[in-house]
């Protein structure tokens, strides 16, 4: 079986994001493809997840596709193909999280990571490290306010200045303001 039909919802992880952009539109797939091109025009995803998005979902009237069949255009096995649809799945419900301000305080920081860049990845081990655990958002605003209170630095062991300057590149992002204290 070369293809698994239009009509089919997805399963998996794509079918979560398919539920939930169904959520908001009656057009799920195409919804879920302007999406991709906007996570890609962003750089928060690139042309492989894509293209496994095209094809499992499946984008622009195309038929969607097996594991096996992605997985022989993209020149991997099916268990890396599954492994794209989670880290494409996870990268676009955060752009969706965003795009809505659907995001809580309670929230782990993790969810503000836009990609796995290095600056974002970095940041959230810095503070995770300082708090012991991975924070929430609002944990992290309210360490931020307190030590502008006191005037005092915030030290990320092994993390330094330049982490500082990451964390507020990954708070922005996600349209929240931080106090600017000094980080060491």
């Known amino acids: 079986m070369d293809n698994l039909g239009v009509s089919e919802r997805p399963t998996g992880f794509l079918g979560e994001l398919h539920d ?3 959520g908001y539109s ?8 302007r999406i991709a091109n906007q996570a890609l ?8 997840l894509r293209t496994v998005l095209e094809y499992r979902i499946p984008f622009a009237g195309k038929e969607r596709q097996t594991l096996e069949n992605v997985g022989s255009k993209l020149e991997v096995g099916r ?3 599954r492994h794209l649809e989670k880290e494409a799945y996870l990268r676009l419900r955060r752009l969706i999280i965003f795009e809505k301000n659907e995001y809580s305080p309670e929230m782990p920081i993790d969810v503000l990571l836009w990609t796995n860049a290095y600056t974002g990845t970095r940041s959230i081990n810095a ?6 655990k991975v924070p929430s958002i609002s944990e992290v605003i309210n360490l ?15 993390y330094g200045h330049k982490c500082g ?4 590149k990954v708070f922005e992002r996600a349209c929240i303001e931080l106090p600017r204290i000094n980080i060491l």
């Open 20 to 22: 939930l952009v169904r």
């Open 144 to 158: 931020f306010k307190s030590l502008e209170e006191r005037k005092e630095p915030l030290r990320l062991k092994n």
């Open 79 to 81: 268990e890396m193909v």
């Open 165 to 168: 300057q990451d964390t507020y």
């Open 127 to 132: 503070l995770s490290a300082h708090f012991g």
């Open 26 to 33: 009656n057009e799920p797939a195409s919804e879920i493809e």
């Open 41 to 48: 025009t962003k750089r928060m995803i690139d042309e492989k």
